[in-house]
């Protein structure tokens, strides 16, 4: 199956006090990490949902929520004839892909985690097809008969991601540590 992916970058970042997507995560932008991330994964379209950032783009419906979003960016990668689409949310940007790895071994049509409907995996197929602006998604997930899957506790920071400078600043500790080790 060709994959997809959707970076969810529309939010107004109000908590953080600054922009997530150009936030920066030890010498590259969220956005840029995530879509590394997704090039990782195998994804051969990328689309950021929201507004341009430099990558493929689409831009969401007026005063839609994420679900608004996400059904921006799967209409834009199902255009480029993906049948499967991996959704990330931009204040993640220090998921790994071992992380992800449940959501992509899943059968069909995909899975998230019990704990957040981001990030997520599905068929582009599945995708309700009335599915409105502003559903939350986890309706959006429920309609396309995704499974709702643990997530790692190892992860579970790293899924939730940061909407608040205190946790960036535990995530972006981890992360240093975690690509010094690596080096």
Avoid: H, Y
């Amino acid at each position: 199956m060709a994959l997809g992916a959707v970076i969810l970058v529309g939010g107004r970042s109000t908590r953080m006090g600054a922009d997530k997507a150009e936030l920066d995560w030890n010498g590259r932008r969220a956005v840029d990490r995530l879509a590394d991330l997704a090039r990782a994964a195998g994804a051969e379209f990328i689309v950021t949902a929201g507004r341009d950032l430099g990558l493929a783009f689409t831009t969401d419906p007026p005063d839609s929520g994420p679900a608004g979003g996400v059904a921006a960016g799967v209409r834009a990668v199902a255009d480029q004839g993906v049948t499967r689409v991996l959704a990330l949310a931009v204040d993640a940007p220090t998921v790994r892909l071992e992380d992800l790895r449940p959501l992509f071994d899943a059968p069909a049509p995909g899975a998230a985690f019990e704990t957040l409907p981001l990030p997520f995996v599905m068929e582009v197929a599945a995708f309700p097809t009335d599915a409105a602006p502003d559903w939350p998604l986890v309706r959006l997930l429920e309609r396309g008969g995704a499974a709702r899957l643990p997530c790692p506790s190892e992860a579970q920071a790293r899924v939730r991601g940061a909407n608040t400078p205190e946790e960036r600043a535990v995530l972006l500790d981890e992360l240093v540590r975690f690509e010094g080790a690596a080096a």
